[in-house]
């Protein structure tokens, strides 16, 4: 029985409604990539200097790199090794322009704390269960926003397409939380020479028609158990998709 719907979840049934099948309804088991594991390790981190915690930044990184990888379960190449993986974060977070610009973030307090890594939900009209999430960061001003990793530079067209955002301000605003309609994503690009992009993008309230209508065609897909194949999206390969092998690889054996 499905009890929620997140935004990661919806995105899976639009590319894929049959891996969306095989992860939430047949429970078969998907894999930890070490590309997971470091944006695990590096947003714990950041949420930690963000709040004020990290007096010594390698001795936050070494515990959340252990946290993110010690648990076991993360999927690594013949070739790759952990230490690759906790070098490029001392490698990024020893970047003087990286320290400065997350010194620069400041988060909004409220009577629980910092706006950190808040729970959001949202109800849709005809959907029986809400949609949930987590966002990152509220700023200052309000802006809710986004930390992650990047082995190259985002485009301001990746920004400005996400509708993961427009579900945030959604949750936000029908929470009461005045919103200002705006977005900002904290990009740390693991180039040569680290860098952080701050990308700023702005919604319009009448864009919440089409974001309810597409939820809602999700939700009516998942109870009729509308589960096609779809081998024309990115996700359809050994390297995106943990079914693949059992899906259809096994027709390529």
């Not at 910092?114 to 729970?119: N, Q, T, V």
């Amino acid at each position: 029985m499905i009890e929620h719907l997140s935004y990661s979840s919806i995105s899976m049934y639009l590319d894929c409604p049959e891996a969306w099948r095989r992860k939430y309804i047949a429970g078969e088991p998907t894999k930890k990539t070490s590309a997971l594991a470091f944006g695990s390790a590096f947003h714990g981190t950041v949420e930690r200097i963000v709040q004020g915690e990290a007096a010594n930044l390698t001795n936050v990184w070494s515990e959340e790199f252990n946290k993110a990888f010690g648990e076991g379960g993360v999927t690594l190449d013949d070739d790759e090794l952990p230490e690759q993986h906790y070098n490029e974060g001392i490698r990024i977070l020893s970047n003087n322009d990286v320290q400065s610009a997350l010194t620069a973030i400041k988060p909004r307090h409220d009577s629980s704390g910092a706006m950190i890594e808040r729970k959001v939900e949202l109800s849709i009209p005809g959907v029986p269960v809400p949609v949930i999430g987590f966002i990152d960061i509220i700023l200052e001003d309000g802006t809710p926003a986004d930390i992650k990793t990047s082995a190259k530079s985002w485009t301001q067209d990746q920004a400005n397409n996400s509708l993961q955002t427009l579900f945030y301000i959604a949750a936000l605003n029908q929470a009461g939380m005045e919103v200002n309609w705006r977005f900002k994503h904290f990009v740390f690009v693991k180039t040569k020479t680290p860098q952080v992009q701050v990308l700023e993008h702005g919604h319009k309230p009448g864009e919440l028609f089409f974001l309810f209508e597409m939820i809602k065609r999700v939700w009516e897909g998942i109870s009729k158990e509308y589960f096609p194949l779809n081998p024309t999206t990115w996700r359809c390969g050994p390297k995106y998709c943990d079914f693949y092998s059992a899906c259809r690889g096994r027709y390529l054996a």
